[in-house]
């Protein structure tokens, strides 16, 4: 018998393949996913490799969570985040659109909602706060 966590990374295994050969998925842009975040109706994950959170800015309420670790199985805080995330758009921010697709097909199949918002770049672009990823998310 199966667990609940198995099931979700044979689910993101399989979602992992479909989204390969997928068009892309949804994009919004940072000034719509900003509005949701202030409504209560999206969450933002700064999805980029932990190294680049370091190097620049991050986008005030983005919750740090690496693709890397996204890849590996949903480990570290990605589990907790997406299974909080019950009812909101799953935001993905992520320097390469490929992988914020990757991940936004994933999120979707295992039955959540979400779009991917561009990069830092654009969210900086769009006059939108920023912060050091040392502190705490915003919003």
């Known amino acids: 018998?199966?667990?609940?966590?198995?099931?979700l990374v044979v689910c993101c295994v399989a979602?992992?393949?479909?989204a390969v050969t997928a068009a892309a998925v949804e994009q919004i842009t940072p000034k719509q996913a900003a509005e949701l975040l202030i409504e209560h109706k999206a969450i933002l994950i700064d999805a980029r490799e932990a190294s680049?959170?370091?190097?620049?800015?991050?986008?005030?309420?983005?919750?740090?969570?690496?693709v890397h670790d996204f890849e590996a199985g949903l480990i570290g805080g990605w589990k907790p985040v997406l299974n909080a995330a019950e009812g909101k758009l799953v935001v993905i921010q992520c320097d390469d659109n490929t992988q914020c697709d990757k991940i936004t097909g994933m999120i979707k199949a295992i039955g959540l909602e979400s779009a991917?918002?561009?990069?830092?770049q654009d969210?900086?672009?769009?006059?939108?706060?920023?912060?050091?990823?040392?502190?705490?998310?915003?919003?």
């Open 1 to 7: 018998m199966l667990t609940s966590s198995t099931r």
């Open 116 to 120: 991917c918002c561009g990069s830092l």
């Open 123 to 139: 969210w900086v672009k769009a006059g939108l706060a920023t912060r050091n990823c040392q502190d705490k998310p915003t919003i």
């Open 52 to 66: 680049a959170w370091t190097k620049a800015q991050v986008a005030a309420p983005a919750i740090l969570l690496s």
């Open 15 to 18: 979602a992992a393949v479909a």
